[in-house]
């Protein structure tokens, strides 16, 4: 039935959105952010379909840029662009340019230069995707530079949760784990209070960032005052790799703190689970959390591609609305 309901509703036009990139979702109001969501399930109906694929793109060539390592990420917005009939062009560090010395910039002007129309950027410093649109005129996506912003990472985890909750207006979201380094989180925030959710951070002092409260969220380090009057708990993975020094005693510890674990679940009835991935097991999410019938991980995964079909239809598709 909801396959067929979303059928039946056309996307919004390419165009349609005031930005031309996608930075992050600090300026994108509730309106954009509405019409990527209507239009990404437009196209997750579209991915239930035999074969799988709709025409808009063709012969649009999108660069996937990627100086940092991703699964799913990298896979998702490569499947996005088949979808659309584009050609999508993979770069990874090994084995390129940059390696023998050549700057980002120089690597994207040789790149546009081959006429590529779209850059989708995944880089470890933060303000990269913003930066490469001050070098080249191509369209801009970010899948995330260094702690700043991940924002369609934050656009799935909106339409995962509009699927649970089709309004997000006053619910109550909790964000728990390594705050400090998660361009997941800051994204988030973004969005869910573009949709009116109130935003609780739970996380050691340690991965708390300094005036993060000036961002209208709630801060705790108490895991059960971030889960009281909790609708969806949104677990994050914690980025040893972008950590100088241990920020905590050890998984152990921080499990015992700051794990959601079964009992989480049974004193919450109604609380939903969610994770950007990947998962630790037994440290962010006891494993039988992560298999939950209440957890929405691998929804998540799936909202991914459409998603990311969405905002490269809606930035970079023909001024020409797409027949539903």
């Known amino acids: 039935m909801q396959a067929r309901e979303e059928a039946s509703q056309a996307p919004a036009a390419p165009g349609s959105l005031k930005h031309r990139h996608l930075l992050g979702l600090s300026t994108y109001d509730e309106e954009e952010i509405g019409c990527i969501l209507h239009t990404a399930r437009y196209f997750r109906s579209v991915l239930r379909r035999a074969i799988p694929r709709v025409p808009p793109m063709r012969g649009v060539t999108v660069a996937n840029l990627f100086f940092e390592p991703s699964t799913r990420t990298r896979i ?21 340019s940059v390696s023998k010395g050549e700057t980002l910039k120089d690597t994207a002007l040789n790149i546009e230069a081959m006429k590529v129309n779209v850059v989708v950027i995944r ?18 996506i970010n899948a995330g530079d260094g702690a700043h912003e991940h924002p369609t990472q934050a656009l799935l985890d909106l339409l995962t949760l509009t699927d649970i ?11 728990i784990g390594d705050i400090a ?22 996380a050691p002092g340690t991965m708390t960032p300094v005036g993060v409260e000036d961002m209208g969220v709630r801060v705790t380090n108490r895991l059960d005052e971030a889960l009281e009057g909790c609708d969806v708990a949104m677990a994050l993975r914690v980025q040893l790799e972008r950590q100088g020094a241990l920020l905590f005693p050890g998984v152990r510890e921080y499990h015992a703190r700051y794990g959601i674990t079964l ?21 962010e999410l006891a494993s039988e959390v992560v ?13 991914g591609v459409a998603a990311r079909m969405a905002v490269l239809y809606l930035l970079a598709g023909p001024k020409e609305e797409l027949a539903s």
Request: aromatic share 4%; net charge positive; glycine share 6%.
């Open 76 to 96: 998702s917005f490569e499947l996005a662009e088949k979808r659309l009939s584009a050609d999508p062009v993979n770069f990874s560090v090994s084995g390129s």
């Open 123 to 140: 880089h470890k410093s933060p303000g990269a995707a913003i930066f490469l649109t001050r070098c080249i005129d191509s369209v801009v």
């Open 181 to 202: 380094h998660s361009r997941v989180a800051r994204s988030n925030i973004y969005g869910l209070q573009a949709l009116g959710a109130q935003v609780t951070l739970c």
């Open 291 to 303: 298999d939950h019938e209440r957890a929405v991980i691998l929804d998540q995964v799936t909202n």
């Open 165 to 175: 909750h089709p309004s997000l207006e006053g619910r109550n979201i909790s964000i």
């Open 263 to 283: 009992k989480h679940m049974e004193r919450h009835p109604d609380l939903r689970i969610m994770h950007p991935g990947p998962v630790n097991r037994g440290v």
